[in-house]
Nanobody, 130 residues
Framework: QVQLVESGGGLVQAGGSLRLSCEAS????????MGWFRQAPGKEREFVAA??????????YYADSVKGRFTISGDNVKNTVYLQMNSLKPEDTAVYYC?????????????????????WGQGTQVTVSS
């Protein structure tokens, strides 16, 4: 079992920045990848970013809507994954969820699907005002 706790959400003006954190506990060594998803009111959950590890290499993946603005990173010592969000837009407003995947896929883009993940956090609200 892996437990995930997100933090760092809040209210920010358009153009501002936030950094989300996702702290993992439990069997963290079983995770092959971590991801961030978001869900806005009345919309389906969507992929934001993912990070996976293969040996000493780290790979990251982003939704087109956040490329160049968001950065995902991980701290293995702290068992924490971060999502640095810059140049925020009102359309980024959503509940952001952290997720952990146990299975390793050779194609990293498999991690853009929520079906690849086994554990989810409770979410943290991000609101961007115009």
């Amino acid at each position: 079992q892996v437990q995930l706790v997100e933090s760092g959400g809040g209210l920010v003006q358009a153009g501002g920045s936030l950094r989300l954190s996702c702290e993992a506990s439990g069997r963290t060594d079983s995770s092959s990848a971590m991801g961030w998803f978001r869900q806005a009111p009345g919309k389906e959950r969507e992929f934001v970013a993912a990070i996976r590890w293969s040996g000493i290499s780290t790979y990251s993946y982003y939704a087109d809507s956040v490329k160049g603005r968001f950065t995902i990173s991980g701290d293995n010592v702290k068992n924490t994954v971060y999502l640095q969000m810059n140049s925020l837009k009102p359309e980024d407003t959503a509940v952001y969820y952290c997720a952990a995947a146990q299975k390793w896929y050779s194609s990293g883009y498999r991690y853009s699907s929520g079906a690849a993940y086994d554990y989810w956090g409770q979410g943290t609200q991000v609101t961007v005002s115009s």
